[in-house]
Nanobody, 124 residues
Framework: QVQLVESGGGLVQAGGSLRVSCAASGGTFSSYAMGWFRQAPGKERKFVSAIRSGGTTIYAESVKGRFIISRDNAKNTVYLQMNSLKPEDTAVYYC??????????????????WGQGTQVTVSS
């Protein structure tokens, strides 16, 4: 069983930066695709970014050019560096792990394990 714990959320002004982290335990981290999703109040959970086991990355259009996903297999950790933050980036950010192949890792159904989430609030 894989456990995921997010950290690094907080309050930041618009235009600022924040890095959230997700530490994994209980599985073979290097073999998993890892994703970040976010959910704003009253809205559905949406894809933000993902990184395959081999390092290939994908991003939602809304964050492309501003967010960077990376992973450190030695630390069993995936990161999401968020730059040029906007108030509309405000949400709970969730980390997810996929232990099986998927054609696309932008779908919620591709993931087997989820963290509890970390709040990111961007003030205007």
């Amino acid at each position: 069983q894989v456990q995921l714990v997010e950290s690094g959320g907080g309050l930041v002004q618009a235009g600022g930066s924040l890095r959230v982290s997700c530490a994994a335990s209980g599985g073979t981290f290097s073999s998993y695709a890892m994703g970040w999703f976010r959910q704003a109040p009253g809205k559905e959970r949406k894809f933000v970014s993902a990184i395959r086991s081999g390092g290939t990355t994908i991003y939602a259009e809304s964050v492309k050019g501003r967010f960077i996903i990376s992973r450190d297999n030695a630390k069993n950790t995936v990161y999401l560096q968020m730059n040029s933050l906007k108030p509309e980036d405000t949400a709970v950010y969730y980390c997810a792990a996929a232990g099986r192949y998927s054609f696309t890792y932008s779908a919620i159904g591709a993931y087997d394990y989820w963290g509890q989430g970390t709040q990111v609030t961007v003030s205007s």
